[in-house]
């Protein structure tokens, strides 16, 4: 049985009970891993493809910021010799290969360990909420993308074109710009489910098909999975805020106060969306209910029309002998307007109940 | 498809993707940009329209308040020009022009930086929350609304007619009564809510029509967004009355008290309201419930009565040769009666049950 | 259109937007307002009739306390001339006379001013909540009321009579008096409240008519009312316990530890009757449910009997030449006996299913 | 009119208003007081029975630890000599009489005042929260119930039987003793209230009756009523596990943590059973219109399977002269086979849309 | 009567009332208890099946770790004899007796006492959580489980097998090894509960059933008991991480926050499920509603269709005399397409309505 879009969100990967820790569980399916290096001061970009890790270990040796950006977790041998280079401990690589992690923010003595999740929108595929793990320390940064993407692309072009103040700032600066993209990633998003819930509005309120409920019910649970992601992202870029210099320097505490601001507002229009959600729900049912309303109403009012007209058919439809006004040359004509005057009368008191009027006519 | 009006809160103005921190999204589309200077002190006010950059200088150099008023965001280079004069952070000038900011109050080194949300009633459109951005620091303050209005007109009457104590007061006070007016102009927009909802509560009882849930889901959309506001708002103001001297005295801050009282009182009101809300819902859906339980009588009451009749009188119009009582000179007047006597049985029951009584009959 | 129930609450009286802070609303349909001076100690008590402000002046260089009681908001002018003449802070007079006000506890370096409210109970109207203001200092007390009532009757008639140990004590006692009789007002409602709610749970399982579903509503809307005020009310209280000697000496600060016992019993009361109401409109639903299923039950049952036998009837009435059980000698008694084996089929799998039994036989 | 079974535990006793503090409402109709007094330290101990105030005073002078056993409100003008003999606070006596209180802890000078309550069961009586005050200070407590019953008769009899350590303790263990009796009597409680929702569960699903909602209601109330009572209950053995030493000794500390979590296991079953309760409201609401619906289907079947019939039955039914079909040898059995034709139709439509399937055969 | 799946949580075993505080509730009917002790450094591993008390202190003597595991509560006397050889706390071990008890950390000034609670999933059988009692102290640990199981064999396993560190690290190691192990045994039960949910998900909108919402009530039960679980658990697990070293060393403290992650995990997953269960049962009434509306509707639509032609037809089987249209030639045709006309004009309503539209065409 195919997984149903609701429960996609909670499914994780993890070794198998009984490892011990730090042991990882490589998934063989996983897609190739690209990396590169980057190395920038104020006076020059230095951009290296798959260097060695000799390599690395000379830029680490100059002076500036060394950005080491890995896209895909399908290389887990290169990231732990990353991760034995870089003496990170194995306990945070191994929540590199175990996604979904919670975000969060994990100071080690001499490294800052950040989990973020960003969305990953593909036309007409559902939600994907992908691991963005982050590792830095003086004059050096790792980023660990789950899958290959151009998440980070705005942040390359920035140190290459030298644009805005990164390439002046040292490592925790870019730490921020990796974090601050990974938050504006949500915005294209929230416009997305805005509009598919101003289509769903309108729907229920008109035309409340099974399927409205449907795709409400897929709107749902893609907020809820972003709610629960964006509650600690929150506390993790609060936790970042906090750090002490040197991990954090006050100018950089400025810029990520603003970020911290950019979740915040996502993770209103998330919550504003839920409950946009319910209210759907509510219209829904109440648009089904007015419509069982206006199917029961035109039963009760053609039964309760024609029956008593029809007893009277019936009546003398009976085969008695001696029934007196069947002889009767006007008893035809007579019973007819006395069906019409009955008639008249019944729909008279329906339209007093207002079970005449159409729908349409009560609105204002 | 328009937007459907609940969702209209949700929406922000903000720079594309991958632009850099500090960069500021212009709105090509924003009208023209009116401005003013007003500098004060406790011996004269003077008020000059639209000052060049050189003025402003100067009359800073003077004792006294030198209160800028921008509004509308159409002229991004003017701010932009005031930023750099008064040293701002280019973040915070960022905030001015990507509305809707979560309302809030940051302190900079040499200056507060405060936004709040206003509620722009015009007739007949639907509720819309201005932005209202205020720097000040010693000596100086400077108002930044979204859209030209009148919201601040009170402001500069008190200063301009010497009314109350404002004159002889610092830049402080001049902050307290710009975030007071826009506190003050909630309570007119609460007016107007509660008696929407007045009208709504007694439809809802009386008249269950569709267009009550709509409206309701209106009102209570709007409630929402000033829910969400508010709660950003009254932190923004406790935020502002902590805050050491020079930055806000002593005197000042009981003014500031003040004004999140009033704020926690209109709080208060919207939630108070909310819960109003949910009750008309329930009210509406208990009234179509019994609407329906009306229709639903009606059909049981005229089918239960005549379907049993109907059946005697088809029973007497089955063509049988051999059927007695066809032939009895009294079998019609004696069937008559004895289906007067079934539907009186009838009657009897459904009145003991409750059924024939009108509903109105049903409230004392 | 009247103003509905459930909305009177949230309705405040405040000055025209754009007064200065400070400026007052007078209202001037406001009744008369009474007032009196009580000065007492441990040797006697002096009660003057509307003294004059220099008499007042003469009474507060004495030993002992003296408590101005003002009742009534009527006479504006009387009240800014006492707040003059004890050197009240501008901002909290103006709170006295936009009732509404949310309750608390503000110290002011001379004075402490609280506010109270309680509620105003007459027959058969509708719940109010007046407003209650205290000022107190060393040696001197001042309470406002709302209206004129009999709400501080009882702390009068114990100085007076020298009851308890009010006569030996402070200030601050006779302040934990007066808001003592402001808490203990609120016990005769919650009686009041709990007959109403009684009557209601009894009537929404025996007569669920529309009335019980409003006049539930009616209490919900007075218990949220009490609901809001009472938080407030409970941190003001909680504020006046945690007040320094000498505004609050140890021990009334036992004594206001007691009040703020019994606020909180009453808050637990009326949060219970919350949970109460919320459980009427549930019985009252399953109530209604269960009438509309028995409505839909009998028309099942006459229905599903009388209209095959009709079918059976309506068979034989038909003109075909060629149908030989008309001829039969016994055919009509055939059909008949026919018929009533269906019949009686038909109500032993009616009976069967349960559809027969009256509702009441089903409780046991 | 009698109390409605949900509004029964908000009721209180007070003393009139307008009573000043500390007065005491005494409720003439208390059943009679029986007391006694126990004195036991490690060596032996004295059991008396209604002793001498002054025999109480030569009890006190001995070492070890003196309980006073007190159960039922009748004899007030005992309690409050007692109150005097050990300088007991007048507002905290004034607690015993005025029962409900909420359960707390009050340390005052040289006594500590704790409140219980706990469940009261009597075969097929409502719940009942009985009032325990215990107060006890260096080398004695005094217990007082509400009224006379078995709550502490384990205690007493691990005193006389010197089962445990109770005797080698001081007035700290005792005072631990009893309020840890008060909440053991919760668990057959508990008990009692999962036999009853395990046959509500069951019921809800196979005979929705009316008697199960109103039974579950009263479930409600009571757990609503024992939820409020164990949050301050939980507090105050809090409140009494923080004093320090003398009040209370680090080895009765760990003692009172166990108690505090049993209380907290009490509150994690009732709140369990809480989200049952809705869970039950929830299952009978689906029963009944699943019930409504099979009800439904009925009518529908019949009535689709024999309105057309009948139509065709009446269609020959019709007198016109010109009917060429009456007259076709083979139109009746013509007639009929066309009917039975229609009939089939009909049954396999409905077999196909799953109407002819009983409700049970749905289950697997 | 059996009990129900959703309250077998909430059952504890306890000592019977009025039992001194320590005393044991020994349960006669459970099963034989297993034990073992091993005691290993980094250089070897001693397992002993059953070892004496003298054993056990002998290897207490030696340095490196010493673990004893006993399985199964059986045999009360072991357990007793060990906690005093070990210096444990009464109250403690009585825990150990009387599951459940609430997960919870409580450090003794010899020893750690740790309680976590484990599912035990068997086959078919429903929920249940065991409870682990930990006790560890310098030097050695002491496991009990409720019930013999395969829980700890990973841990087992790594120490003889001297996989990872654990050989090297010290008790507190230990104890992290087997709370994770009690952790990591909730992520299978999350797969299973997914899977239920993924099924019941797609029931709900195609098959909703009676089945479906018994069997979301399991699930929803299942998931009530894990969320109180888990709550405590994680605070028991955050009380360790607290512990000062020597009792928790800096080192196992990192490895502890990575244990209390997955707790947060598990948990972020229970919560996401509980929405998706009440999703599930807003699917199920929603469809059901659909349902009772398509079959609604085909009643309405064969009602209004032949009622009215039914009328026609009795009205041409009166028997008046002078009925003149019956001796037309042309009247039956007449008729016969007046009301074939009617027919079809009560069907082009009834498309135009859309009730003609099968369900399943609703949907796009």
Redo the contacts between chains.
Sequence with gaps: ?S??P??Q????R?PP??A????IAHEPAAGPTRWRALHYDADGVDEIDEPTVEGLAALRERPGVLWIDVQGLGDGALVQQLGDALSL?P?AVADVFHPP??P?T?PYPDFVFVVARTPLIRNDAPLRLEQLSLFYGKGWALTIQQEPGELL??VR??ILGN??V?RSEGADYLAY?VV?AAI??Y??L??AL?DD???L??EA?E?P???V??RN?RV??SL??LH?VLLPQKEALHGLCRLEAPLVSDTVR??L??TA?HC??VA??I???R??VI?I?????????????E??????V???L??????V???????????P????????PA?LAAMACVAAGMLIYFYRKG?LRR?ED???
């Design positions: 049985m997984r149903a609701s429960l969100f909670f499914r994780k993890r009970p009984g011990h820790p730090g042991e401990h306990l992690q919670r969060k994990e692309d705005s072009s920035h644009r805005g990164i710009a601050d504006d990633a915005f294209p929230l416009d805005g819930l101003a289509e509005e309108d309120l035309r098909t099974k399927s409920i449907r019910n749902r649970s809820l999975a629960r400025l810029y106060r603003d601001d915040q507002q209103d229009v919550d504003s969306y409950e946009v209210g729900a509510g219209t829904w049912a109440s648009s089904v209910d007015n419509y069982a309303n199917v029961m109403r035109a039963l009760t053609v039964a309760s024609f029956i008593p007209l029809n007893f058919a019936a009546l003398y439809g009976m085969n008695f002998k001696y029934m006004e069947l002889d009767l040359p006007y008893g035809y019973v079970w729908p009560e609105d204002e």
